[in-house]
């Protein structure tokens, strides 16, 4: 399963990047999947919901499923790795996808790509090949590093060097 994981600091751009890349990958025809990863716990359905009563009531695992979208809710026995999420939830007999995307997951193993935004960090917080990072993008030079730097705003270009790499 091919996978990348974009990371950097909080606010510096991230979701926006992972956006535009995936408009841009999907217009060249590419079946993407993406996790968000999300330190600090989050609801997803809301206190009154059928889904919401039903799994606070105890089930194990709740769908909601409408006409155009699903969402699943699996209650954890512990912490899950990315590794573990992919085999369970993005199990590739049962899905065709090109690449999958993470949002964060900065201390896992998957190749990563960094981004830095001056106004958020003044240096990345991957260290090179050694935390698998394959590639900066910033809004300002940054130096001291072998990996392809690209320019925030330079989306056909990260994107070109996904496609490269990756696809």
């Known amino acids: 399963m091919k996978v990348i994981s974009i990371v950097g600091k909080s606010n510096s751009g991230k979701t926006t990047l992972i956006e535009k890349v995936i408009r841009e990958l999907t217009k060249r025809g590419y079946r993407i999947g993406t ?3 999300d330190t600090h716990g989050f609801e997803i ?3 009154g919901k059928d889904s919401y009563r039903h799994f606070h009531s105890g089930a194990e695992m709740t769908m909601i499923l409408g006409p155009d979208k699903a969402a699943v809710i699996k209650r954890l026995e512990k912490t899950m790795s990315l590794s573990q999420a992919l085999d369970t939830f993005f199990d590739c007999r049962h899905h065709q996808f090109d690449l999958i995307i993470t949002d964060g997951f900065k201390k ?3 190749p990563k790509i960094e981004v830095v935004r001056k106004s958020v960090s003044a240096e990345p917080i991957c260290r090179n090949k050694g935390d698998n990072l394959v590639a900066l993008v910033s809004d300002f030079e ?3 590093y072998t990996v392809p730097r690209f ?3 330079k989306t056909r270009d990260i994107v070109n060097f996904i496609e490269r790499t990756f696809l």
């Open 45 to 47: 359905d809301y206190p």
């Open 108 to 110: 896992e193993k998957q």
């Open 35 to 37: 996790i968000k990863h």
């Open 151 to 153: 320019h925030l705003n």
């Open 142 to 144: 940054i130096s001291g």
